[in-house]
C-alpha cells in the first residue's frame, strides 16, 4: 500500500510540473457557425451527435449528479452513440455504472468503452493485469454487434459507424496506467494493430477515423515512433485519451494547424487541475464536413455552449482551430439579464 500510495503521489507530482511548465503553443481560434446561439442550435444544424466519457471511476446517474447530467444531456442531444476512454470501473468502490450500463438497454447497445487499468483491477489481479479487463466488452457482447471486430486479446477492437452516408471508423487501444514499462502497457503489438487497421481503410471524403486509448500520461501520440506518429496524425481525425481528468488539446510539433486533433476527455466527475468536470459533445457537422468538439461542463445544471478553450473545430481532410461563438457571450449576456 505505501508503494501504491507514494507512487501515485509521484505520478501526480509530475504530472502537476507537466501542466506547469507545458509551453504554450499559440493557434488562433477562428469564429465559425454564426448562426449557434445554444447547444440546441448545434443539436439542430449538425448531421449527428456523439459523445466520448472518460475516468467515472464507477459512478452511474444512479448516484452522481456529474453522470446524470451527461446521461440526460446525452439523451436530449439523441447521440448516436458512447465511447467510453477508461477507468469506468474502479477495485473495492461501488460501481453502479456497471448496473447502469447492463439494465439500460440504450447504452448496453450504443457504449464503446475503451479498456484500461482501472478495469483491469476491477475484474482480474491488479492495474497491471493487462487485458483482464476486456470482461467489460464481453458483459456488453462486444464482440457480437455487427459493426465491430474484437481482437482475439478481448481488450481491443475496430468498429465502423454508417450513419447518413458518413462512416466513422473507431480504433480502441488497451493502454493502462500499469506496469511503468512502456512496451508491457502499451504493446508493441498494440501499436501494429493500429498501423495494420489503419493501411485497411480507404479513406474518402466521407470517412471520420478516430483512435482512442486511455494512456498513462495523458497521450499515447508521443510513445509511437516518428514513422508511426507522422502516419496516424496525417490519417486520422479525432485522438482521444483519458487518465490525466484534465481536458486539454495536444499538440505534437508541426501539427499547430493541420493533422488529427487530439484531446483529453478530462472525467465527468472528477476533474483535476483546476479544471472543471465534464464530457465530450461531439457534433458532425456538413457542408463542409467537420467535428465540432465541446468539452462540456457536467457542474452546470444545464447544458452550455462552449468556447475556446473548451471547444474545437477539425475539418475532415483540413484544418484543425480553436472554436468561438461570435455570438456566444452576447447571447449569454441577454439570457442572464432576462
Known sequence: MKTKLTTTALSLFLLTIFFAFKPSVVVKPITAYNNVYSPEDLNNQDLFSFSVISDNHGASPYDNIQMARAAKWIAEGQDEFVLGLGDHMVKNESNNF??????????????????????????????????????????????????????????????????????????????????????????????????????????SSNDIIIVAAHSRWGTWIDDLNENQKSYVMSKCDLLLSGTTHYFERRTPQGYENRGALVVNASSVNRARFGNHNGFLKIHVMKNPLALVVQHVNTNEKDIQLMSTPDSYVKFINGAVYPLNFENLYAANFVAKAN
Do not use: V
Open 98 to 203: 456497471l448496473n447502469f450500463i447492463l439494465r439500460d438497454e440504450w447504452w448496453r447497445k450504443n457504449f464503446y468503452p475503451s479498456i484500461a487499468d482501472g478495469e483491469n483491477a476491477f475484474f482480474g489481479s491488479s492495474q497491471a493485469d493487462w487485458g483482464a479487463g476486456g470482461q467489460l466488452l464481453s458483459a456488453l457482447n462486444l464482440k457480437n454487434r455487427p459493426n465491430t471486430i474484437m481482437r482475439e486479446n478481448g481488450a481491443e477492437y475496430y468498429s465502423r459507424f454508417f450513419i447518413k452516408g458518413i462512416t466513422i471508423h473507431y480504433i480502441s487501444l488497451h493502454y493502462p496506467d500499469e506496469p511503468y514499462i512502456l512496451d508491457e502497457c502499451f504493446k508493441i503489438d498494440s501499436r501494429n494493430y493500429l498501423i495494420n487497421t489503419l493501411n485497411k481503410i480507404h479513406k
